[in-house]
Structure formats: structure tokens, C-alpha cells
């Protein structure tokens, strides 16, 4: 009797192996918005899903790049007054509200400075304190005004949504993913990642939170999550160093100088990739005190915030859900 028992199971589990063949996996590495692209999805539809995602990935970029000379970025940017498509002005008012949410820390209009230290070009300096006085006066989301399908900027004003594209592009990517009816698909447009529905075998994703202390690129810990964007923002992703002081790439548009604090990286984690995108460049702008007020006061998002001492602090929120060698802080 426990032999045919053994059988049977034997013959159930063979049974069980072949009709549960793993989905089938689609996957595109592409370069895009001046970073690295991977899309993997899985499941009947996830091949077709994923080259519409990139697609659609490429067509914002055609739209926002700053340096794309048939962008509408670069038609504002360079004195022309285009007709705006319905996806720029929905980015911008996006935009305009988050920089009147955050005091101004994220702000689109921060490019002439940005170029000014030479990130747009790669052409680093460190430019003198008059000069960026002087630009930051032409720096100031509130002067933006909209007038229908067009907006008006001052003259030397410009725009740049370098700190929120990918993330808005994310949405899009896990909305197609959505609409195609994949189940299962992690995208990493250059470290802002879309987490959709769970991983083809049942369990959370999983998302590396980087070390930005660590040369050999480790994770400070991982974080496990479910249909959630997760965005990583730090001055350790792009950077110069001249006298020996290092210059990151994400400015304080109050002073026009890179963002200097007691914070290495702030990783949003939310239902909405754009906003994790524009949250994790403005909290990176306040600092720590700063940014775990805002999230108390406004709340909608977790955060991991990694200071320069390499502590790490989470929001009660994903505590449960952030795993890592080292000692964890609950921001509470
Ligand atoms: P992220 O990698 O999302 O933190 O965005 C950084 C990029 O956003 C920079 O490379 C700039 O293009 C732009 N940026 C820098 N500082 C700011 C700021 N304070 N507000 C809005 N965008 C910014
Ligand atoms: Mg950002």
C-alpha cells in the first residue's frame, strides 16, 4: 500500500513539474535617456509588452532630452514657443506641484546651473560664486506660467526633467505591462525600477538598495516589494572631483552649488515611479531632518535614506520588508 502511495505521489508531482513549466521570459537592454535600460517581463504577451515599453520609453526621450535638437526641451530651451504635447505639459504642472510641495528643493528649471558645472556637457568645472549668482536669476519654477498649449519662460530660463522622466517613463512601462496582461515584470530604466505584480515564481521582488560607501558596488541592504516603483537618487551615481572636493550632480537650487549634507542617498518606494523619481532628487536636496519631517508631514511614500556614515534609516512603513547585514534605523 505505501509503495503504490509512493508511486502515486511520484506520478502527481511529475505530473504537477511538467503542466507548471516556468512562463516564458522577455527581456531588452537598450541605452536611453543618457543611461542604461533593462525591461524583463514575463508570460505570453511579455515580448510584445516589453518592445512597446521601449518604444514608448523612446519616444519621451525624443520629446524631453535636453540635448536633442528636435525635442520640445530644446525648442523651449532655445527661444522657440512650440505647442506642447499633452504628455509635456502633464509632466511640467507634475512638476511645477512637486517643486511648490518641496519648497522649491526639486526644481526644473535648475539646467542653466547644471550646465554651468558642466554635467549637460561633460565638460566638469566648478564655476565661480558670481556666475552662479547671476543664473540662478534666471532659476525659479514659479516664474514658469502656462498659456494653453504653450508656456512662456524668461529669457535664460530652461527646463530640464532629467530628475523625473525616467521615473514618469516607469509608469508608463508598468502601465503597458498592465494593459498587455503580464503578470510579472521588473524595469530598470537606469535605476528607477518598476516592480510589477510578484516574480514569476510566486515570491516578492527583490531590490538592491546600492552601498554608495561600498567600491565594489554592494548593496546596503534589499528591499521586497510588489507592484512599487523604487528609485534610488545620490551624488555618488554621477560626480567630479577637482581639489580634491567631489561635486555631484544633483543641485541645491537655493544656492546653485551641488547638494552637500549629511546625506549619500535617498531610495523612494511608492506606488508611483514619477513621484519616487522627483522625491528621492528633492529629499537628496534637504538632507536628512528635512526629509523625514516631509515625510511625516505628507506621508504617500517609504523611504531608505544612507548618510554619510553609512547609517541607514527606513520608514516604519517597509521596515518589515528591508533586509541588511548592517544595523537598520526605523524612521517612525
Ligand atoms: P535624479 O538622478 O533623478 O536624482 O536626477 C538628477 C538629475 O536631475 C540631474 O542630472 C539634473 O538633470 C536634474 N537635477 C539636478 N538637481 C535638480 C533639482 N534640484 N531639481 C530638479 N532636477 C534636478
Ligand atoms: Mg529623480
Known sequence: MRKIAGLLLLFTSFLLTSCTKAPEKSEEYFFAMDTYMTIEAYGETAKIAVS????????????????DENSEIFAINHGKNPELSEETLDLLSFTLEMSEK???????????????????TEQKRVPEEAELAELLEKVGYEK???????????????LDFGGAAKGWASDECAE????????????????????????????????GVADPLSE???????????????VTSGSYQRYFTQDGKTYGHIIDPKTGYPA????????????EGKLCDVLSTALFVMGREQAERFWRENGGFEMILIDKS?????TEGIAGDFSSDRTVNTIK
Request: without cysteine; negative net charge.
Open 102 to 120: 518641496t519648497g522649491g528643493a526639486f526644481d526644473a528649471t535648475i539646467y542653466p546651473v547644471l550646465t554651468a558645472w558642466g554635467f549637460t
Open 216 to 230: 565594489n558596488s554592494e548593496n546596503a541592504g534589499i528591499v521586497e516589494v510588489s507592484d512599487r516603483a523604487v
Open 52 to 67: 512597446q515599453a521601449r518604444a514608448r520609453v523612446e519616444a519621451l526621450e525624443k520629446l524631453w532630452s535636453a540635448t
Open 176 to 207: 503597458i505591462m498592465r494593459e498587455s496582461g503580464v503578470k510579472s515584470a521588473l524595469i530598470n530604466l537606469g535605476g528607477n525600477v518598476y516592480a510589477v505584480g510578484k516574480r514569476p515564481d510566486g515570491n516578492l521582488w527583490r531590490i
Open 310 to 314: 553609512g547609517g541607514i534609516f527606513v
Open 260 to 271: 552637500d549634507n549629511d546625506l549619500l542617498s535617498v531610495t523612494i518606494v511608492a506606488e
Open 144 to 158: 514658469v506660467s502656462a498659456d494653453g498649449k504653450k508656456i512662456s519662460l524668461e529669457q535664460g530660463m530652461m
